[in-house]
């Protein structure tokens, strides 16, 4: 379960400073699938990297399982974040000429396994995402929602409970970009992960049982979607 009280975030930029986040109090419960939603610049990616352990608020509570995380430093942010939490990226973020697997058996590389424990857990990894087939290839062999599905089996390789997504679908078409949301449906189904994704895309958004909305820092609206799309049936 994720819990924040008046999480607040100061950028300070010489004698002017940046409220990215003002006050924003939330829970989201253990196996939820929520959309976070708002203008450029409303605070969305910088609430996603505190709720991923990358960055500590300037303000306010914030715990993870019961475990507070607001006053941790960077290597104990570290550790619950390798444990815990598996990142999505607008840009999939993968390394140019290596191939899928070896992406996904990157952030195994010291989780302790054996070669041959990474290599099988990222094969399976690219299975669950449909990718089994795709195994050698780099990402400029791939398809963009190819691309997608190898960043999010590298995200759900170490077995993380809750998975980040930062506009996934944004470089993607709408079709693919649905068949990324069907994707993160099913995770979510099967798994019982946690999925957090920022969309400016309210048809992506209407995938999700939760839609919050930021302006200007704050939680302007946070509402439940009673009948998500089920993508892909
Ligand atoms: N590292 C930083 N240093 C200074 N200001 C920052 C920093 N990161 C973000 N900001 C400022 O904080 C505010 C919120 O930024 P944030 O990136 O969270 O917005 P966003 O909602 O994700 O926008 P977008 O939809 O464009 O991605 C913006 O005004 C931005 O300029
Ligand atoms: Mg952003």
Redesign the pocket.
């Known amino acids: 379960m994720i819990r924040a009280e008046g999480l607040t975030k100061i950028?300070r930029?010489g004698d002017s400073e940046?409220r990215?986040l003002d006050g924003a109090s939330f829970t989201i419960e253990k196996g939820g699938m929520v959309a976070i939603m708002?203008?450029?610049?409303?605070?969305?990616?910088?609430?996603m990297s505190i709720i991923g352990c990358l960055d500590a608020p300037s303000d306010g509570r914030y715990s993870l399982d019961g475990e507070s995380v607001e006053s941790l430093d960077e290597s104990q942010l570290a550790t619950v974040r390798g444990r815990k939490i598996g990142f999505v990226f607008q840009q999939f973020n993968l390394l140019a000429r290596t191939s899928a697997l070896e992406n996904v058996m990157l952030p195994l590389t010291y989780a302790g396994y054996s070669g041959k424990e990474r290599e099988a857990r990222a094969r399976k990894a690219l299975e669950i995402v449909g990718l089994g087939d795709r195994t050698h290839h780099a990402p400029n062999e791939l398809s963009g929602g190819q691309q997608q599905r190898v960043a999010i089996a590298r995200a759900i390789v170490n077995e993380p409970n809750i998975l980040l997504a930062d506009e996934p679908t944004g470089a993607l078409d709408s079709k693919t970009g649905v068949e990324i949301m069907s994707l993160f449906q099913r995770l979510h189904r099967e798994n019982g992960q946690t999925v957090i994704l920022?969309t400016?895309d309210s048809h992506v958004a209407s995938h999700t049982e939760r839609i919050i909305r930021?302006s200007d820092?704050r939680i302007v609206s946070d509402e439940a979607n009673q009948n998500p799309i089920r993508a892909g049936l």
């Open positions: 950028y930029m940046v990215a708002g203008p450029s610049g409303s605070g969305k990616s910088t609430l920022v400016h930021l820092g």
